[in-house]
């Protein structure tokens, strides 16, 4: 405490810079200060209480925070929002299409026998109308979709799939 004295008091009239240099070169006594770390860090730690029921409480709860405050990272999470519709200007019914549509819950889903089931595509008739489907059968990209959400409800408008969605 008296060095910290003297230092306050010489910190009116001085300006005083500190600073560590973690070099132990030519220090007398530096080999005792050593030694002793050495023999502590050797030393077996004293074991501790077994934890109570609140503190491995709390110590889970703290690690279930941290793991559901960090964003999901899915291909429809590039927006500000899930799904990046309700950052674009439209009504509620537009919204939820492209919600729908960048999760993969379209309406002409259906499980059956704990698999997905899709409606056939009305454009094509060829294959089942999933999403990745529809946009092939459209000439679009899932980039599209991302960049100009707009002009993809209008096609969906224009071939008629909004049915579907």
Not at 31 to 38: D, M, Q, R, S
Not at 41 to 58: G, H, N, Q
Not at 102 to 117: E, Q
Request: net charge positive; charged share 20%.
């Amino acid at each position: 405490m008296n060095i910290l004295n003297k230092l306050k008091s010489l910190s009116i009239s001085y300006r005083i810079h500190l600073q560590w240099i973690p070099s132990h070169v030519n220090i007398q006594g530096n080999e005792i200060a050593n030694a002793l770390v050495k023999s502590g860090a050797d030393d077996a730690s004293v074991p501790s209480a077994p934890l109570t029921y609140l503190e491995l409480f709390s110590r889970s709860k703290s690690r279930n925070k941290t793991i559901w405050i960090i964003p999901p990272v899915h291909h429809w999470y590039q927006g500000s929002r899930p799904g990046d519709c309700l950052s674009i200007d439209c009504n509620r019914r537009n919204q939820i299409t492209l919600t729908r549509f960048f999760s993969g819950h379209i309406r002409s889903l259906t499980f059956s026998d704990n698999s997905k089931y899709f409606e056939i595509c009305p454009k094509c008739t060829a294959e089942q109308a999933t999403p990745d489907h529809i946009l092939a059968c459209l000439g679009l990209f899932k980039q599209d979709l991302v960049s100009n959400p707009l002009l993809t409800l209008d096609f969906f408008r224009v071939h008629r799939l909004m049915d579907l969605i």
